[in-house]
């Protein structure tokens, strides 16, 4: 069998619709897995989970609400036939609201810590149950280099990016005896639709601050994903995979 092969297993990706979630789902999806592709935007889920189709994947799309977590039981029992036995859940769905803290209000702060942290507990709660008692199971929870250095202006995500390791870690501990694993993808800077807006002088300068001397793409966080959920990542859990150039050493 070819190596990082995930036949046979399904995966639920949230915030699958573009950038980093969409490339998750799209190389897991390449690589043997069913895969769910979760976000609000259902029409652009819609089409990908189409397109894998055509490509000879096997793919749905579900609607899923992060920022609205007591919603989400619900809807995860509603999965479509055949994809309900989730092996491998990505939660990457996320928002952010920036402002400089002394004028950050509550509501901001709120609705990234909902969004960001609690719609992935929300997410995971059900799903770990079926994995605990298949005895198998991969969870990736995508932060944020800002989780672990911290950025002005951004408080609210990276009080909510660096939660989710602390929740990585505790679940990590609790899920291991059930061969259950939880792992962190931590990216830097990406090329995304939030970075394509950049001014190429902001740009440059965040080049000039990364020591590979480039944005990272979503490519190279698909692969540490697609590594962390296959039978070889195993013997991992409880990691945080920095994948930022360097940025954060």
């Avoid at 002394?102 to 990234?112: H, I, N």
């Amino acid at each position: 069998m070819s190596t990082f092969r995930l036949d046979g297993k399904t995966a639920l990706v949230t915030g699958a619709s573009q950038g980093i979630g969409e490339a998750i789902a799209r190389r897991v999806c390449a690589h043997g897995a069913r895969v769910i592709l979760a976000s609000r935007n259902l029409e652009k889920l819609g089409a990908i989970a189409e397109e894998l189709r055509d490509g000879g994947g096997e793919a749905a799309a579900h609607q899923l609400d992060l920022s609205q977590p007591e919603t989400i039981a619900d809807r995860l029992r509603e999965l479509p036939e055949g994809f309900s036995d989730i092996d491998i859940l990505v939660n990457n769905a996320g928002i952010t609201a920036d402002n400089l803290f002394v004028r950050m209000d509550l509501d901001q702060w709120e609705r990234v810590l909902r969004t960001n942290l609690t719609g992935a507990y929300a997410v995971t709660r059900p799903l770990a149950r079926g994995m605990m008692r298949r005895r198998w199971g991969r969870i990736i929870n995508v932060s944020s280099v800002v989780g672990l250095m911290g950025n002005a202006g951004q408080a609210n995500y990276a009080a909510a990016k660096a939660g989710l390791i602390g929740f990585s870690k505790s679940l990590a501990r609790e899920l291991a005896s059930r061969n259950v694993t939880a792992n962190v993808i931590a990216p830097g800077y990406i090329e995304t639709a939030m970075t394509e807006d950049l001014p190429e002088e902001a740009k440059a300068g965040l080049e000039k601050s990364i020591p590979l001397k480039r944005l990272g793409q979503v490519e190279d966080i698909a692969a540490s994903a697609h590594f962390l959920a296959s039978e070889e990542a195993g013997y991992i859990t409880g990691h945080v995979l920095n994948i930022s150039g360097g940025l954060y050493i």
